[in-house]
């Protein structure tokens, strides 16, 4: 179906997350040396998500879990640089807004009421989310 007048929207996400992550480098469980040091990673932590959307209804907050791996390249007794992945695991929620759009500077609202079956939304389905994340990092010891 087409697009009705109040169906477009702009939307925008913005999520914070604070936790705690571990690093385990294996190979350097005796005297290894050389350049290379690959690690394994995990955590946990609180993320928050908030989408700027007209169907929700302020952020919401979950659980997340971390694991990923990467490798430390050591440039100098001072310099190194480390490369890794980060698969995040969690499971949110979000709660629909009472209105879909607010026009004319909040004088008027256009309601959520029913869907085109019919159907009232009172919630939505949880859904899981699993986002993949590499970083590049640059690191200097003074």
Known sequence: PEL???DAEHR???TMN???NGLWYPL??????????????GGFSRMSY???????DGPVSTMNFVLGGGIRFIADELISIRLDVTLNFN?????PSRYFDV?????IKVPLVTLPDGNQVTQ???QDMATLAWGLGFFASF
Do not use: C, I, K, W
């Not at 040396?33 to 690959?38: D, E, L, V, Y």
């Not at 908030?50 to 929700?56: E, K, Q, V």
């Not at 026009?103 to 004088?107: E, R, S």
């Open 50 to 56: 908030d989408m700027n959307s007209n169907y929700t």
């Open 4 to 6: 009705g007048e109040f």
């Open 103 to 107: 026009l004319a500077d909040g004088t």
């Open 18 to 20: 604070v936790g705690v």
């Open 28 to 41: 350097n469980m005796g005297n290894h040396a050389g350049r290379f040091h690959p690690y394994l990673q």
């Open 124 to 126: 939505y389905e949880p």
């Open 12 to 14: 925008s996400l913005v």
């Open 91 to 95: 499971r949110l929620e979000f709660v």
